[in-house]
């Protein structure tokens, strides 16, 4: 079968949980973000984009990963990791099903394509990836989904693998046209926007093939950018987005977005990158000078 991808067409998009439930509360869904999730797929396929889809975990799996220390390795007798990793995994599949049948229910073809079963790590570092299914689901015109989820890792005996580690692999292997992450804020600021009411938003970050920040104000203000999170949370926050984003920016050389999902008529546009830039909504990370 003829898998060769047109990689000008494929976009890869994470939908933080921090967009699509209420980290706050166990298991809580936030319903009009769902609906806008459903409607920025559905304009994106209109738009003849092939896609790949991650979603974080959000309230569906993080407050199971803290309480079994899921991260710190398998440890049955300490942390019940054998329940834990049953728990966290029914929680985010609930999510992921919750999901898929709200895209197929628009006719959107889009599959569950769980990493548990497919990806490995070795003390937290990729060593197996499916991105073989994926490129064989984007040649039957199939959306698939993935996920932040549980992950069996060589040496610890398990982890927890974030989408936003998943699209950097991802983003490797692909080199899709563009990565877009799309979150609770509207980009990504020089303070943490919760604590700092005046925070500025960065439309854009311009980096050199290192991942090292070139504009001036912005390298200054790196050390701020970022605080520990309120929500619950286990894997880095805001703070493994950005370093993401900057890796697949530099050494993959894929145009990145981190950007509010209230930002709909913008994720839809062809000319994403100028929108962004002119509206200042959203955050661009590129190696290039735009
Ligand atoms: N400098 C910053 N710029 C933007 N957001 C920031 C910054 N520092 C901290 N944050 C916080 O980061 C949060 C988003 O990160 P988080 O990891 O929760 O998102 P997510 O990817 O949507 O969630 P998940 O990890 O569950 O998928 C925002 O709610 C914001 O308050
Ligand atoms: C906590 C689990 C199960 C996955 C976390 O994935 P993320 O929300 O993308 O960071």
Known sequence: MNTDLDNNELLV??????????????????????????????????????????HGAGSFGHHDAKKYKITSGFNKGEYQSDVGICKTRQSVLKLNALLISRLNSECINAVSVSPFDSWLTQDNKVIQDNCRHLELLLSMDIIPILHGDVC???????????????????????????????????????????????????????????????????????????????SCDVTGGMEAKIKSAKTIASLYSVDTLIIGGTHHEIIQSQNLIQNVLSLERGTILSTKQL
């Not at 797929?41 to 003849?48: A, F, N, Q, Y």
């Not at 982890?159 to 804020?185: H, N, Y």
């Not at 970050?205 to 001036?216: C, K, S």
């Open 13 to 54: 998009i994470k939908f933080g949980g921090a967009y699509l439930c209420d980290k706050s509360k166990y298991q809580t869904l936030n319903d009009s973000n769902i609906d806008s999730f459903i409607e920025i797929i559905k304009h994106l396929v209109k738009g003849r984009f092939k896609l790949i889809v991650l």
């Open 152 to 230: 069996l890792d060589t040496k610890i005996g398990c982890t927890i693998i974030s989408g936003d580690i998943l699209i950097q692999t991802i983003c490797e292997k692909l080199r899709p046209k563009r990565a877009i992450f799309i979150t609770d804020v509207n980009g990504v600021y020089n303070l943490p926007p919760s604590s700092h009411p005046n925070a500025k938003l960065l439309s854009f970050i311009h980096l050199n093939e290192n991942g090292d920040i070139l504009n001036e104000q912005e390298q200054q203000q790196q050390q701020q950018f970022v605080h520990k999170q309120d």
